[in-house]
């Protein structure tokens, strides 16, 4: 087993703290641009998606990937969650 | 496929079947290249699998190529179950003895049957067995599935599609609540008396407290605690809170607790009553079993 490049969960206040390194978190889809996705963070802050698919808009979208800065987080692994999600 | 949609708490159709689960295959070809820096999108199959001592042939489609499937797996834990990470893992077997047949020690709490979330990806078929690895974002785990398993092997592995995307965090609340728990009744306090009621009162009756409000709970919540003698309701509390009791799909019948405190069923009676009223806990089959609300 190997746990060398593990992902923090991470909403877009917390992610300042992790540029550069691997994150995963969980985003709301607002706009969908070619390869970028613009969604909405746990927190409420808008965060910028690098070479997502293409989820339609209002779908959550779990992201895993490098974190570029404190709003872009650069892909690796995107899976559509939904149109509903963490709603009881 | 066995996907569920069912709502928090609620963890029905638990396989009844109970084998111990040896620890994950040692030996094997474990250090995988990282994931290509790029968008995988055509190769990110969703699948999320969950290791449980019993396996049940209709739940696993081999058929499924995880490369091109964009459907997601889970795995069903029968009672007892304890959700973790890979990096758990990692750290409990570096740390165990290794012993053949000896059950895992994670967090000081032995475990023989253990649950995870995560994607498969890297999957190869072939006669005899299906292997493959899952990631659940603390590392990457190598699973061998034997074609020809029985069931009463002792490492059978079930492994389900997740149709509801709420059970990936859910897991990872629970492996934080779980290492909480543990890791707090090594430290401080003789019972875990004070943990108990730190959770329940900080967060309340929201499911819909994110991970990061959990995992920020305050660290003292053994709120003091003297002794055995204190608080009848605290106590009747901890042993519907205890971890194998909220796993179980009946709760506890009120008379094993009565023999646990060695008190007259009439005192148990009052306390339940209290907590029933409360929300804590709410009975199951019979007016004589009852579960804490708290539970998964």
Redesign the interface.
């Known amino acids: 087993?190997?746990?060398?490049?593990?992902?923090a969960?991470v909403?877009a206040e917390i992610l300042t703290m992790f540029v550069g390194r691997r994150v995963?978190t969980v985003v709301q889809v607002q706009r969908n641009e070619g390869g970028m996705v613009v969604g909405q963070s746990?927190d409420g802050h808008p965060l910028t998606i690098?070479?997502?698919?293409d989820i339609p808009v209002s779908h959550?979208m779990?992201v895993?990937?490098?974190a570029e800065n404190n709003q872009t987080i650069?892909?690796?692994?995107?899976?559509?969650?939904?149109p509903s999600?963490?709603?009881? | 496929m066995a996907g569920s949609k069912g709502?928090?708490p609620a963890r029905p159709r638990l396989s009844p079947l109970i084998s111990r689960q040896a620890p994950?295959p040692l030996g094997l070809p474990?250090?995988?290249p990282?994931?290509?820096?790029?968008?995988?999108?055509a190769a990110?199959a969703?699948q999320s699998a969950m290791m449980s001592q019993d396996f049940s042939p209709s739940q696993f489609t081999p058929s499924q190529n995880a490369a091109d499937s964009?459907t997601?797996f889970k795995m069903r834990g029968a009672s007892g179950t304890m959700p973790l990470t890979?990096?758990q893992?990692?750290d409990a077997?570096q740390s165990g003895t290794g012993e053949k047949g000896a059950p895992f020690v994670v967090d000081g709490v032995e475990t023989a049957n253990i649950r995870l979330v995560g994607?498969v990806n890297g999957k190869t078929e072939r006669n005899t067995d299906v292997s493959f690895t899952l990631d659940d974002?603390?590392?990457?785990?190598?699973f061998i599935r034997w074609v020809n398993d029985a069931s009463d092997s002792s490492e059978t592995v079930a492994i389900q599609p997740i149709t509801d995307?709420?059970e990936?965090?859910l897991h990872?609340i629970q492996c934080v609540r779980m290492h909480i728990e543990n890791t707090k009744s090594k430290v401080g306090s003789p019972t875990r008396t004070g943990s108990s009621m730190g959770v329940s009162g900080s967060n309340g009756f929201s499911?819909?407290s994110?991970?990061?409000s959990l995992k920020s709970t305050p660290a003292p919540m053994t709120i003091g605690s003297n002794g055995s003698s204190t608080d009848l309701n605290t106590q009747v509390l901890n042993i519907f809170r205890e971890p194998a009791n909220i796993e179980s799909e009946h709760g506890v019948h009120i008379n094993e607790i009565a023999k646990r405190l060695k008190l007259p069923e009439a005192k148990i009676r009052e306390a339940i009553a209290f907590h029933e009223d409360a929300g804590h806990i709410y009975s199951t089959i019979d007016e004589f079993h009852y579960k804490s609300a708290f539970a998964d």
């Open positions: 087993m190997e746990t060398s490049s593990p992902a969960f909403n995963r746990p690098k070479s997502a698919m959550f779990e895993y990937g490098i650069r892909a690796e692994v995107c899976t559509d969650f939904g999600f963490g709603e009881i | 709502s928090f994950p474990s250090l995988l990282p994931p290509p820096p790029v968008a995988t999108s990110a969703r964009t997601p890979v990096k893992i990692a077997h994607m974002g603390t590392g990457r785990l190598d995307f709420n990936v965090t990872f499911e819909s994110t991970p990061t």
